[in-house]
């Protein structure tokens, strides 16, 4: 099994991703499990979603305390969360940032570090700060868990029409970004 | 288990409460009435969107300003002989209270999803299942759902049940607020076909008519109020068999199994039990999973139904453990103690059977049960069943004693 948790700010779409990548496991063959960190969600306040994703059917209910990655939506909730708390030295933190992966050697954690600047490519394509589904594709290209395609499929039966396109196309940038990081 | 890995080319990945809507869409309802509240309001935006699609054909929905009304609306639709179904959770459920004993009373056969959520103050939007559990004794059936395969299939199973003739009593599908309710994983959504063979119309022998008059809920008085009682409760005996029955033919059409009753997991042979309802029992079985890769003996008694309570049937289940221990969401203040705990004690006290029986009250509020907590009880109970000797009989599984 492996386990996801995603972090973000109410209003961000941190629940709707973790929905998302569920789609897409389970087109990939898995099967797979998504939830919030149930809240009283606030925009703008901390909030968690997660995601689960295996072989064999998921009973386990309780939250996830110990992912294999987690992704951060906004890099300023680096100082407010501790958003490497339990995540495994085997994993990834995919971090939306202008940064580089070496800005952020200091943090508490042996996982591998991604950043993407996912609120540019955001802007540039989608033309709305809204980084949920393109921070996906970054995850695909970081971990190999889900196949970028399925993710577009996903995002583009969730948001019909011209948003879809232009989604899935903002994630398939990130997708490509991140795999020329991994492959310079 | 509910999710048949089988299945697997017929499932699609939504969400708890979509499951749920669905299943009451194809069980087809000829009345919907609810009010929106927390974590069931998806399963009634979903309906209403079914409904403004055209998608529930002879279908009223009716629109209330209270859970009061909702339950009322159903009471006097059902008695005109309309399939009816409603859902609500916490402070919701109790603002139906008065009406629940009526609905029962009346022996109304209504299906009502109960996203179980705690109740204030404090004031809690999350689960526990402290709302359903305090409708004990008000004459409704209750079944508790695993996952939310479980709990849309089991409105289905409910409509089945309570208009059996032998049985027209109302039903709670009771299922975990958020943690099903908001979940997505994969399901199979019912095709209106199967839901057809499955679950014939709704054809009560009375009904409200105005060209056949009669009264439904008339008083009572001290010479015949015992009986309605004591038909209510030869109503829920009878719907002992007729769950078992209606898992079973549903098996038949669908190939989905989760107890009737009940259902043991790893039961026969096992020396520790750890007996539970609800979307808790997917956590323990993985841990137990952990303990029988190493030998260990440790076992699961999943109780679906709790109105009617199967006695027999748990008792039957329970008589070769070494030791039991009951996890559950609840309290019943004053006596330190769940409902599920005092009633398998209970069940048990005038037979040969002396097991030694302790209980972990856990998730009040919503409070996150992790596999550690129940591993710590697990290993509790295993001394339990080593020594004999009971500690502690009933205790909360966490407190903060610093919040004290």
């Given at each position: 099994?492996?386990?996801?948790?995603?972090?973000?700010?109410?209003?961000q779409?941190?629940?709707?991703?973790?929905?998302?990548?569920s789609?897409?496991?389970?087109t990939?063959g898995?099967?797979?499990?998504?939830?919030?960190a149930?809240g009283?969600?606030?925009?703008?306040?901390?909030v968690?979603?997660?995601?689960?994703?295996?072989?064999?059917?998921?009973?386990v209910?309780?939250?996830?305390?110990?992912p294999?990655?987690?992704?951060?939506?906004?890099?300023?909730l680096?100082d407010?969360v501790?958003v490497?708390?339990?995540?495994?030295?085997?994993?990834?933190?995919?971090?939306?940032t202008?940064?580089?992966?070496d800005?952020?050697?200091n943090?508490d954690t042996?996982?591998k570090?991604m950043t993407?600047?996912?609120?540019?490519?955001?802007?540039?394509?989608?033309g709305?700060?809204?980084?949920?589904?393109?921070?996906?594709?970054?995850?695909?290209a970081?971990?190999?868990?889900?196949a970028?395609?399925?993710?577009?499929?996903?995002?583009k039966?969730?948001?019909?029409?011209?948003?879809g396109?232009?989604n899935?196309?903002a994630?398939?940038?990130?997708?490509?970004?991140v795999?020329g990081?991994?492959?310079? | 288990?509910?999710?048949?890995?089988?299945?697997k080319?017929?499932m699609?990945?939504?969400?708890?409460s979509?499951?749920?809507?669905h299943a009451?869409?194809?069980?087809?309802?000829q009345?919907?009435?609810?009010?929106?509240?927390?974590p069931?309001?998806?399963?009634?935006e979903?309906?209403?969107?079914?409904?403004a699609?055209?998608?529930?054909p002879n279908?009223?929905?009716?629109?209330?300003?209270?859970?009061?009304?909702?339950?009322?609306?159903l009471?006097?639709a059902s008695?005109?002989?309309?399939?009816?179904?409603?859902?609500?959770t916490?402070?919701?459920?109790?603002?139906?209270?008065?009406a629940?004993?009526?609905?029962s009373?009346?022996?109304?056969?209504?299906?009502?999803?109960?996203?179980?959520r705690?109740?204030g103050?404090?004031i809690n939007?999350?689960?526990?299942?402290?709302d359903s559990?305090?409708?004990?004794?008000?004459?409704?059936?209750?079944l508790?759902?695993?996952d939310?395969?479980?709990?849309?299939?089991?409105?289905l199973?409910?409509?089945?049940i309570?208009?059996?003739k032998?049985?027209?009593?109302?039903?709670?599908?009771?299922?975990?607020?958020?943690?099903?309710?908001?979940v997505?994983?994969?399901?199979?959504?019912?095709?209106?076909?199967?839901?057809d063979?499955?679950?014939?119309p709704?054809?009560?022998?009375h009904y409200?008519?105005?060209k056949?008059?009669?009264?439904?809920?008339?008083?009572g008085?001290?010479?015949v109020?015992?009986e309605?009682?004591?038909?209510?409760?030869?109503?829920?005996?009878?719907?002992?068999?007729?769950?078992e029955?209606?898992?079973?033919?549903f098996?038949?059409?669908?190939?989905?199994?989760?107890?009737?009753?009940?259902?043991?997991?790893?039961?026969?042979?096992?020396?520790?039990?750890v007996?539970?309802?609800?979307?808790?029992?997917?956590?323990i079985?993985?841990?137990?999973?952990e303990?029988?890769?190493?030998?260990?003996?440790?076992?699961?008694?999943?109780v679906?139904?709790f109105?009617?309570?199967?006695?027999?049937?748990?008792?039957?289940?329970?008589k070769?453990a070494?030791?039991?221990v009951?996890?559950?969401k609840?309290?019943?203040?004053g006596?330190?103690?769940?409902?599920?705990?005092t009633?398998?004690?209970?069940?048990?006290?005038?037979?040969?059977?002396r097991?030694?029986?302790?209980?972990?009250?856990?998730?009040?509020g919503g409070?996150?049960?992790?596999?550690?907590h129940?591993?710590?009880?697990i290993?509790?109970?295993?001394k339990v069943?080593?020594?004999?000797?009971?500690?502690?009989?009933?205790?909360?599984n966490?407190?903060?004693?610093?919040l004290?």
């Amino acid at each position: 099994m492996k386990e996801i948790r995603i972090h973000g700010r109410g209003g961000q779409g941190s629940v709707t991703a973790a929905e998302l990548l569920s789609i897409a496991a389970f087109t990939d063959g898995k099967f797979s499990q998504a939830f919030p960190a149930f809240g009283v969600e606030r925009r703008g306040a901390p909030v968690q979603a997660f995601m689960r994703l295996d072989d064999a059917p998921i009973r386990v209910r309780s939250q996830i305390y110990e992912p294999d990655y987690v992704i951060v939506q906004d890099p300023t909730l680096l100082d407010v969360v501790n958003v490497t708390g339990g995540l495994k030295e085997t994993g990834a933190l995919i971090i939306n940032t202008k940064e580089s992966a070496d800005a952020f050697k200091n943090l508490d954690t042996k996982a591998k570090i991604m950043t993407v600047d996912a609120t540019k490519i955001a802007m540039d394509v989608i033309g709305v700060p809204i980084v949920n589904t393109i921070l996906l594709g970054a995850f695909a290209a970081a971990t190999g868990e889900v196949a970028v395609e399925s993710i577009q499929e996903a995002v583009k039966e969730r948001f019909a029409g011209k948003v879809g396109e232009k989604n899935a196309e903002a994630i398939r940038i990130a997708y490509d970004f991140v795999k020329g990081v991994m492959n310079a | 288990m509910a999710v048949n890995p089988n299945d697997k080319s017929k499932m699609v990945v939504v969400e708890g409460s979509y499951a749920v809507a669905h299943a009451a869409k194809v069980a087809r309802p000829q009345v919907i009435s609810a009010y929106p509240i927390t974590p069931q309001t998806h399963i009634v935006e979903d309906l209403s969107q079914f409904m403004a699609d055209g998608d529930i054909p002879n279908c009223e929905y009716i629109n209330v300003e209270s859970e009061f009304s909702a339950i009322s609306a159903l009471i006097g639709a059902s008695a005109t002989g309309a399939r009816t179904y409603s859902a609500t959770t916490s402070q919701g459920l109790f603002l139906m209270h008065e009406a629940l004993f009526n609905a029962s009373g009346m022996r109304l056969p209504i299906v009502m999803t109960v996203v179980n959520r705690a109740v204030g103050a404090p004031i809690n939007i999350w689960n526990d299942q402290q709302d359903s559990i305090a409708q004990r004794d008000s004459g409704w059936i209750q079944l508790y759902a695993e996952d939310t395969q479980e709990a849309a299939d089991m409105v289905l199973q409910a409509f089945k049940i309570c208009e059996d003739k032998n049985v027209l009593l109302p039903i709670m599908v009771c299922m975990d607020g958020f943690v099903l309710s908001h979940v997505y994983e994969p399901v199979v959504l019912m095709d209106q076909k199967e839901a057809d063979e499955y679950l014939p119309p709704f054809k009560p022998d009375h009904y409200l008519d105005p060209k056949n008059p009669m009264s439904f809920g008339t008083l009572g008085d001290p010479s015949v109020y015992t009986e309605f009682r004591y038909m209510q409760e030869q109503a829920m005996k009878n719907a002992l068999s007729v769950i078992e029955k209606a898992a079973d033919d549903f098996k038949k059409v669908t190939g989905r199994y989760y107890g009737g009753l009940i259902e043991g997991y790893e039961l026969d042979d096992a020396e520790v039990v750890v007996v539970s309802f609800g979307s808790i029992l997917g956590t323990i079985k993985d841990v137990v999973d952990e303990y029988r890769a190493n030998g260990e003996k440790i076992g699961v008694l999943k109780v679906r139904s709790f109105r009617p309570f199967p006695t027999e049937a748990i008792n039957n289940a329970l008589k070769n453990a070494k030791a039991i221990v009951v996890i559950e969401k609840d309290i019943s203040i004053g006596r330190n103690e769940g409902a599920l705990f005092t009633e398998i004690k209970a069940g048990l006290y005038n037979t040969p059977t002396r097991i030694p029986m302790t209980s972990y009250m856990v998730g009040h509020g919503g409070r996150d049960i992790r596999t550690s907590h129940i591993k710590e009880i697990i290993e509790a109970t295993k001394k339990v069943a080593e020594t004999g000797k009971i500690d502690v009989e009933s205790q909360f599984n966490e407190v903060k004693e610093d919040l004290l």
